[in-house]
């Protein structure tokens, strides 16, 4: 039972947080009174804050930067369910948990609230379902991404014999 639990649990979740995703960009993409609601609010925190802009539709977090993100994160669970290839599924997974971690922390901590759309606060719980998803997913895909991060820093940090090999002469001297 455990064994069935521990093999279908990253697909279940990574097709609920990937569906969820997807279905959110059609607001996001399609600039939905909704989503201008949102962003429009967050923008004018941002810019009583001295930040105006930040969550505008050029800004940083602007609601298409959120949604290429959140496509991104949908697009690397899916490929991820692939045997080959699980450690994009943790990658996705980590996305996902970093784009919902922001969503919850700005409903709790801003003038947006938990209900900004006067749903009950139907969004607000759906980005914390899809918050634990994605943390369930990183706790289960932990070893995937330890060694996606060995495999980074391999690429990027340099061997340390090679920084201590003794320089030879160019060959044109």
Known sequence: MISHIKRYAPIGISLFAAVVFLDSLRFKFTDHPNTQEI?????????ALGAPGLFGHTGLFSQYVIGSAELLASSLLLIGLLPRFTRLNALGALIGFAVMSGAVSFHLFTPLGIDPNNDGGGLFAAAL???FSALALLVIRRGELIGLAGDLAHAFIANAKSQTAPMRAPAHA
């Open 129 to 131: 379902t899809i918050w």
């Open 39 to 47: 962003f429009g609010r967050l923008d004018g925190w941002a810019g």
